[in-house]
Structures are given as C-alpha cells and as structure tokens.
C-alpha cells in the first residue's frame, strides 16, 4: 500500500516545529468507520489535520496493524521539519515512498539508526508497542531535552515501580522502563483492562490515531504538567509518590523523606514475631472508583471494583510493599497483628483480588497465611488500609538503627 506524503506548510520560527500546523484537510468519511467506533473521534481529528490518511477504496482499516514506514510517515506529518539525514538502509530504495519521512526521523531522532542491524530497517515490518514508545520518547526529547532525564530517572530509579503487569509478571527489561514510564506518565500510552502494556503487541491504525492526539497535546505541555509522571519519578527516587499525590509534606528536617526508611529492619518488639520492613509506599486519593483513577497514575494497580475506598475526604487509601522475616516456625494472623508497632504495617492484603491477579501482586491472604511465612526467609508483599488525612496529622516510622521518615498534614 503506498500512501501520498502529505506536506505541511505552516511558517515557522524554527528549523523544527512541534505540534499540527493550522492548515487543516477536510475531514474524510471512511467506509469502514461507523460512528460508534470507539476511536472515531480520534480518527476523525488525524484524517482532517492530514496525519493519518484513507485507502483509495475510500476505507481507513482501523484493525490494520502499523509498520515503521507507515508510523514515520505519520510523524513526518506532526513534525513537519525541513532538516533531513540521509539514510544508509539497504532496502530503502531511493524510490521508496517513505524515504522523505524516514531520512526526517532520522534527522530529528525519533528513528536511531544503531537500532536496526545490517543497515536495514525493514520499512514493511510491524511495529511493537515497545517500539512506538521509544520513538515517541525520542520525539518528546527532540522537543524537551528534559524528558530525556526524566527517562533515565526512572529506567535508573532505585525504587521504580511502573503501574503495569509486566512489572511483577515479567516480560518488560529493564532497558525499556523509561520508554514505557513516559508514555504512562504522560498518558500518551497506557495498558489495557487486563493491566498489561503489551511490549511486544502490535498497535492498530485506530490505536495509533488515539495515540497521535496525545502525543501532539503532550508536546505542548512541560513535563511538570503531568501528575502522573512526578509521580513515577518521586517513587522512582524515593520510593513513595506522597509529595506528587497527596497533601502531606515531610515533618521535621527533609532527610526524614520514605527512602531513609526502605529496606531497614523495625523489629516487632512487642512479641518479637519477626522483623518488618518498609519497601514502597503509594497513596491514591478518592472516594469513588473514579476518583481514585483520577487522582493518580497507581490507582489502577490496587484499586479496583471490590476496594473499600476511604470513606470521606478526612481519609486516604494506603498500598504499603512490605517485607517480613518470621522469627517462629509457625507464624498465625494473630502473632503478626499483635506484634506491630507502626501504623504503616498492616496486616490487610489487597482486598480487590482481580486487580491483585491482574498486576501480580503478592499480597496477604488469610487463607493461606501458615504456608506464607516461612522461619527466617524474608517475603516481600502487598498490603491495603486507611489513613488519617485530616488536618494536623502527623505519624512516622523509625527502624532498628533509628532511621526515620515522618509526615504531616498541616
């Protein structure tokens, strides 16, 4: 299938510019796109900004997959540069169709020519999902350098977490934490019902149109600008999202922040049942399910349709990683409950077991508790509660060697 290269000739300042130019084509009635269609809008917004363009059948084939000259040429669309680098592709044909739009990826980095082997970049091959995100995370850099940080930030972080099943299930390395962390963040991509992201899925045409939208609004917009990804860079550096999600601030001096605490032994010295840890801390703001999504990038990884939400505003839903090591062969529900200290260490798993199952958590269950905790081995897992979010709270957490992290609510 060959399509038209479509130019667009807005002035611009710059060499470069980023976002859809102003001059529009008219809108195209496809014959395979009824308006129900869950992408139609978003179908609708490419075909009139000339971005995404129909067959000569006068069909769009919103359940194709997308191939790499077909995404460069959708990109080359948006940018709409004048710079170009010649490519060294072997079957590149000078004739090719794409050429144009794959020599203006190249010259603008959203295409890295060290990415494809033997100089050939196989122009017909279907692009995974992983791959659609580094080149819009190469795109997002070209338009702010700062990007680039925040990629490495999370693909470094010590405490990085990225609210999808790959995360705990596998199947995503660790190479491409910050690809995938930025198109979560920003929302430019995001997993599906199932809470996977697919790395290596394929994404069809109507995808991509969603995809494009999103990715055009987030060019826009500084990084600062998404809640999403402050907070999957604070958890990635300090192991809690708290200052990005939630009114606290940290009380008393600043080094008193979560990733003091992380890792460090609070023994259970009420009845010596073991040794506790604390690994990460999210909190997710919200009543209502709804809300609750709304309010942060993780809600989707622990909440779900079963979850007792906090009650009303004076109250915040807390998903504590915790880690603990038995000091007793046989440790029951009660020597656990008796024996904390601290009221970030509870002893309720994620009560929405869906979402538990979905994201590959491991979490407390009652059921199972003797075959859980075995003498001396540490086992690290989810737990779910309540927290005061009224004004003038104020609670901490200090370890064994008088490590502390505190907070409050003014």
Do not use: C
């Not at 144009?100 to 995974?128: C, H, Q, R, W």
């Not at 990005?244 to 609070?266: C, D, L, M, P, R």
């Amino acid at each position: 299938m060959k399509l038209k290269k479509l130019f667009l000739t807005a002035a611009v300042l710059t060499t470069t510019s980023f976002g859809i130019s102003n001059l529009e084509a008219n809108a195209q009635t496809f014959s395979d796109l009824k308006s129900n269609h869950w992408a139609y809008n978003s179908v609708e917004q490419v075909s009139k900004k000339g971005l995404v363009t129909g067959y000569q059948d006068g069909s769009f084939k919103p359940s194709n997959h997308v191939t790499r000259a077909e995404f460069a040429t959708f990109l080359s669309r948006l940018f709409d540069s004048k710079v170009r680098k010649p490519e060294a592709f072997t079957d590149v044909s000078e004739t090719h169709w794409a050429k144009d739009a794959i020599e203006e990826g190249l010259a603008l980095g959203f295409i890295l020519e060290s990415d494809y082997k033997n100089n050939k970049f196989e122009p017909n091959k279907v692009m995974t999902r992983q791959e659609i995100a580094k080149w819009l995370t190469n795109g997002l850099i070209a338009s702010n350098a700062e990007y680039g940080e925040i990629a490495t930030t999370i693909q470094n972080g010590k405490y990085t977490l990225l609210p999808i099943a790959e995360m705990y299930k596998g199947g995503l390395n660790k190479s491409e934490y910050g690809n995938v962390g930025l198109m979560l963040g920003t929302g430019i991509m995001s997993g599906f019902e199932d809470g996977s992201f697919k790395t290596t899925g394929n994404t069809t045409r109507a995808e991509i149109a969603t995809i494009l939208i999103r990715f055009d609004e987030a060019m826009k917009k500084k990084p600062t600008d998404f809640k999403g990804l402050n907070e999957l860079i604070e958890v990635a550096t300090t192991g809690t999202n708290m200052l990005s999600a939630t009114k606290y601030t940290y009380w008393g001096i600043e080094a008193n922040n979560f990733s003091n605490v992380v890792g460090k032994q609070h023994t259970f010295s009420r009845n010596n049942s073991g040794v506790g840890t604390l690994e990460r801390m999210i909190f997710v703001e919200g009543t209502t399910l709804q809300s609750a999504l709304d309010n942060s990038v993780y809600a989707k990884m622990f909440v779900g349709k079963n979850t007792r939400l906090a009650p009303d505003s004076d109250t915040i839903s807390i998903f504590v990683e915790t880690g603990f090591t038995p000091n007793h062969e046989k440790t029951t529900i009660d020597a656990y409950t008796n024996g904390q200290t601290s009221s970030f260490i509870r002893n309720t798993g994620i009560q929405d077991k869906s979402v538990a199952k979905n994201f590959g958590l491991t979490t407390l269950d009652a059921e199972n508790w003797g075959a859980f905790f075995k003498k001396g081995q540490k086992v690290k897992f989810w737990t779910e509660s309540w927290f005061d979010y009224s004004k003038g709270t104020s609670d901490g957490f200090t370890t064994d060697d008088n490590s502390e992290f505190t907070l409050q609510l003014k």
